[in-house]
Structures are given as structure tokens and as C-alpha cells.
């Protein structure tokens, strides 16, 4: 029997997360580069190629958890910040590298980087590419839980998030990254409009019985 998917985890393998562009390979295409910098405007948010690799984590309806160790630098970075969730090694090196090149976050770096830090932090991560430890990523609030086994503490959470009702957390995902910039009125409206649905879901039922001990939770299939 298929297993409806729960999480997702992110990660790397050998020796880093994500050392960012290969630069040697992509400007030797620079028909490529420009086909794939134009906008998609049928995509909500209208992004391009770049920006869409990692902004796509956002449009999956499950919670995605990112498992970072050594490098994690310029469009490694920017993927990393497009999960949900980052479990990341307290030596693992973090840079928004871009600002090396005489460049700027455009995998929607700078969407990412404005939920998660001040403004001022995130101008000075851009300006400075400053390279920092995964520690003091912590700090700055870009990782969400440090783990020297990052792929084991990600599983840990998605187990943890496994338990709860699907629909919650998608509802949740769904609330936070479609208002997190929007104003009073329309986030309270989108609030109805989810917990309305919720209401009447099997799975909150299935929730409810398993929190007040009745049964273990068995949730079906996403309703929306």
C-alpha cells in the first residue's frame, strides 16, 4: 500500500549541503542562463528557473526539513532557507557568498532571508558574505535546531510532525508563508477560511480522539 508523504528531508551528500553555482559550467551557456532568468508568470509569484528550484518547497503541502552539514554557501544557502525547517551541524559554514562575486541572492535569497533575520542583519549577511558557523547561523535565527547528525535530527522532527493531523500542518504552511507579509484583515480572513475547513476534517477528528487518548492517530489523505 502507498504511504501518502508526510515531510521531506533535504541534504547532501559527501563532504557538504550545498557549496553553491558552479560558475565555470554555467557561463559557458549564456543562451541557457537567459532562457532560464525569464519569469514564469503563469507560476504564482511569477519566478524564473533559479528562484523557482528552491521557492518550490514552499508549494509542497508537507513540511520540508533541511539537513545541513559543511558547506552551505550562496545558492546552497538560499535553497537551505527555503525549507521550512533547517537542523544543521554547529560547525557547518554558512554565507551568503554572492556578495564575493560582486553579486546578490536571486534564488529568492532575499524573500527567505527578510522572514527569518532584521532587515539590517540581512543587508549586512548580502553585503559583507560574511562566512559564519553553524552555530552562530543559530543565533542569527537561520537554523532552526543544531544537531551534529543533521540527517537524524530531521527525522526525529518529521516523525514528530508525522503524528499530527496532515491537513493541520499543511493549513499552517499555507497560513504562514501566504501572510506572513500581509495585513491584519487578510490574514484573519484566511484564518477562517482554513480552521472553517479544519472543522470539518476527518483527520482533525482523527487528532482529536488521539489527543484526548482514545486511539492512536490515523489520518487519511490531505483533504485539500
Known amino acids: 500500500m502507498t504511504r501518502p508523504l508526510r515531510a521531506v528531508v533535504l541534504a547532501g551528500e559527501g563532504d557538504a549541503f550545498c557549496a553553491g553555482l558552479d560558475f565555470g559550467t ?9 532562457k532560464a532568468f525569464a519569469p514564469r508568470p503563469w507560476r504564482r509569484g511569477g519566478t524564473n528557473t533559479f528562484q523557482e528550484a528552491p521557492w518550490a518547497f514552499r508549494r509542497i503541502p508537507v513540511p520540508v526539513i533541511a539537513a ?9 544557502l538560499q535553497i537551505a532557507l527555503a525549507a521550512d525547517f533547517r537542523v544543521a551541524t554547529p560547525d557547518s559554514r554558512w554565507s551568503v557568498l554572492e556578495g564575493k562575486w560582486g553579486l546578490i541572492p536571486d534564488m529568492s535569497g532575499i524573500r527567505s532571508l527578510s522572514e527569518l533575520v532584521g532587515i539590517d542583519q540581512a ?4 553585503m559583507t558574505a560574511e562566512v559564519f558557523d553553524g552555530s552562530r547561523a543559530h543565533e542569527l535565527g537561520l537554523v532552526t535546531r543544531l544537531d551534529h547528525d543533521p540527517v537524524a535530527g530531521a527525522e526525529r522532527l518529521a516523525r514528530q510532525l508525522a503524528t499530527r493531523s496532515p491537513d493541520a500542518l499543511a ?3 499555507r497560513l504562514f508563508d501566504g501572510t506572513w507579509t500581509a495585513s491584519p484583515r487578510r490574514t484573519f480572513a484566511r484564518e477562517r477560511v482554513e480552521q472553517a475547513f479544519l472543522l470539518a476534517a476527518r483527520n482533525t477528528k482523527a487528532a482529536r480522539e488521539a489527543a484526548f487518548g482514545k486511539s492512536e492517530p490515523v489520518y487519511g489523505p ?3
Not at 554555467?26 to 537567459?34: E, S
Open 26 to 34: 554555467v557561463l559557458r551557456d549564456p543562451a541557457g542562463i537567459a
Open 68 to 76: 545541513v552539514h559543511g558547506h552551505c554557501l550562496g545558492g546552497g
Open 123 to 126: 543587508k549586512l549577511l548580502t
Open 171 to 173: 493549513a499552517a504552511k
Open 222 to 224: 490531505r483533504g485539500r
